[in-house]
């Protein structure tokens, strides 16, 4: 957000907490310690109030990371430019309520390995805009429609326990493995190795742990040990 790196509690914009003012630095912390992946979101993108595209490029040229990109993507257009600096995956979030068109196309003209959907919950709730508004939607009926259409992968995010370094939401994620055959990602109150070794034996594709790594509470490469003896 605004160039830096931060975290938000719940969501929550004004439960702001900034971590570093130069988010290569973290992301040079993460690949020393023996990180492959980085997840990114663009806070300003998906609340509509700017965009860090060049903070993202900057991390893509300096690392050798496999970055996916998440954040007010709503055009085939921002898909492109995010992929053109470095990006990885892209990850659609509240097109997939509102624009499902445009996820499709993105399948069909970028691959399916290349896009990935958000699937963010308070409650049982979807949510969507920067998780500022809810659609009524059940999480599991928009995961099996997003797995029928052809996601390379699915993100499933418990707002209610991010930020927290509360336990992740198992029995949704354990309910969500059930229901769809792509890729899933887990993300949300991930806090300790214990938290990492459960949600590696569910059979998720990968963990998402972002809080808990910048407040010490979590070392990254004795969790990448962890997820892979599961």
Not at 80 to 101: C, D, H, M, N, W
Not at 106 to 113: D, V
Not at 143 to 164: P, Q
Request: charged share 25%; net charge positive; hydrophobic share 40%.
């Amino acid at each position: 957000m605004e160039g830096k790196s931060v975290r938000l509690v719940q969501g929550d914009p004004s439960r702001k907490k900034i971590y570093y003012d130069d988010p290569l630095v973290p992301a040079k912390e993460f690949y020393t310690a023996g990180a492959e992946h980085l997840h990114v979101v663009d806070l300003d993108a998906a609340l509509g109030t700017g965009e860090n595209v060049q903070s993202i490029r900057r991390i893509a040229l300096t690392l050798q990371l496999s970055i996916q990109t998440g954040g007010g993507i709503r055009s085939l257009d921002r898909a492109r430019q995010l992929l053109e600096a470095g990006v990885k995956r892209v990850i659609f979030g509240t097109s997939t309520v509102k624009q499902i068109e445009i996820v499709r196309t993105a399948i069909k003209e970028l691959g399916s390995e290349q896009v990935s959907a958000a699937i963010d919950t308070k409650g049982n709730r979807v949510v969507v805009k920067g998780w500022a508004e809810s659609t009524g939607l059940n999480y599991l009926k928009l995961a099996k429609s997003l797995d029928r259409l052809g996601v390379g992968s699915i993100i499933f995010t418990s707002v209610d326990a991010d930020g927290t370094l509360t336990r992740p939401s198992f029995k949704r994620i354990k309910e969500l493995r059930k229901a769809v055959t792509t890729r899933l990602i887990a993300s949300g109150g991930v806090s300790s190795l214990e938290d990492v070794r459960e949600l590696a034996e569910t059979g998720v594709y990968g963990v998402i742990i972002g809080t808990a790594l910048y407040e010490r509470k979590l070392d990254l490469g004795n969790a990448i040990k962890v997820a892979s003896e599961c």
